[in-house]
């Protein structure tokens, strides 16, 4: 199938996994291809700068590292899943939510989330 993890549950993941529901952490556990977009790299440092998400830093510092050793592939962001996520109306006008579900949807990935925002955007969820 393949996984896309949103922001939320790559923190969890990383921090407090027992945030997650059991399905959510045995389907990331059994996927053999799970992916963290360069998306959420770019949202993370861009919370981190501004104040939201102190608690990231070594994330953010160690973004590649800390994908490689739980096996998650980074997503680089290309201009299809932008176009994607552009061009679905309506809301949510979020534009990190609109570039994952676009990679979602042209990735044919589920995205493991429990933002409700991505069902709007026509990305498939699990959570």
């Keep these: ?5 949103d922001t939320a549950t790559l923190i969890w993941w990383i921090y407090d996994a027992r945030r997650l529901p059991v399905g959510a952490i045995q389907a990331i556990k059994d996927d053999q291809r799970v992916f ?5 790299a770019m ?6 700068r501004i104040g939201k998400l ?3 830093h070594a994330l953010v510092a160690g973004f590649a590292k800390h994908c ?3 096996g998650f592939e980074i997503l680089p ?3 299809e899943h932008v176009l994607r996520g552009g ?4 809301e949510p006008r979020d534009p990190f939510d609109r570039m994952l579900a676009g990679q979602a949807i042209v990735e044919n990935l589920s995205i493991v989330s429990p933002d409700v925002a991505f069902d709007a955007l026509g990305a498939r969820r699990l959570w």
Aim: hydrophobic share 50%; net charge negative.
């Design 77 to 79: 962001l290309l201009h």
């Design 36 to 40: 963290v977009s360069s998306v959420t």
């Design 54 to 56: 102190p608690q990231v």
């Design 43 to 48: 949202e993370l440092a861009t919370k981190l």
């Design 87 to 90: 061009s679905v109306p309506g």
């Design 1 to 5: 199938m393949g996984l896309l993890l």
């Design 68 to 70: 490689a050793i739980d």
